[in-house]
């Protein structure tokens, strides 16, 4: 299965961006490139998916990679609710919705 | 809508003990999936169930046995607890290919 990297952390000030990074080099053509992020003791929620093309929705927009090695997630003015562990990763529309999520990265957002 | 629903939200057990740990959605969603995570981690994908009638192995299935009782409700059993089985236990539902709701937890103790 095709793996992702994330920072352990990152921190940003209040209704600034915040750009997270994530690789993927082994990513395959038919594998997408999803976001959830977890709020603390809740479960995670849905963000955004993309497969070639940049994407925006009311949340976040997410930029891939012309060679779709990388992508960043780009949560445009960062709030204190934005505070959460957002985790990159892939999947293809043939694996019954299963995600593998590795340990994301922290997001630390200060007033 | 309530979403997803866990039942309990807390349980301590003693090894050897049983339980069932229960799920619930009223989307109408077909796939549902049981995760467990570990302190510091992300989520492991125990069993899922893609449509009411099926179901199939996570990542993590030892110890574990699920019930996908109807097209709502999906359980999940502990036959006899062991102390590796304490974590925090998220049941989720798909929407989409790519959009997963998930349930609030269930916190598990195993002493």
């Known amino acids: 299965d095709a793996k992702t990297t994330q920072p352990n952390s990152m921190e940003s000030n209040e209704e600034e961006p915040v750009h997270l990074p994530c690789n993927h080099s082994?990513?395959?053509?038919?594998?997408?490139i999803h976001w959830y992020r977890q709020l603390p003791s809740q479960g995670p929620e849905y963000v955004i998916h993309g497969l070639t093309s940049n994407v925006n929705n009311r949340m976040a927009s997410l930029a891939i990679a012309e060679d779709r090695k990388s992508s960043t997630l780009i949560l445009h003015r960062a709030t204190l609710r934005d505070a959460a562990v957002y985790y990159c990763i892939l999947g293809t529309t043939d694996s019954w919705g299963k995600l593998q999520f590795g340990a994301g990265t922290q997001v630390v957002v200060t007033p | 809508n309530a979403g997803v629903t866990q039942t309990p939200k807390f349980q301590v057990l003693k090894t050897g003990q049983s339980m069932t740990l229960q799920c619930a959605q009223d989307?109408?969603?077909?796939?549902m999936y049981w995760y467990r995570q570990d302190p510091g981690m992300g989520l492991r994908l125990i069993y899922y169930s893609a449509s009411e009638g099926t179901t199939d192995k996570g990542e993590v299935p030892n110890g574990y046995n699920v019930s996908r009782l109807n097209k709502r409700e999906f359980s999940l059993r502990l036959e006899s607890a062991a102390p590796s089985q304490t974590s925090v236990y998220f049941c989720?539902?798909?929407?989409?290919?790519?959009?997963?709701?998930f349930g609030p937890g269930t916190r598990l103790t195993v002493t």
């Open positions: 082994t990513i395959s053509g038919t594998d997408y």
């Open positions: 989307m109408n969603h077909n796939s």
């Open positions: 989720a539902s798909r929407r989409t290919e790519f959009e997963q709701y």
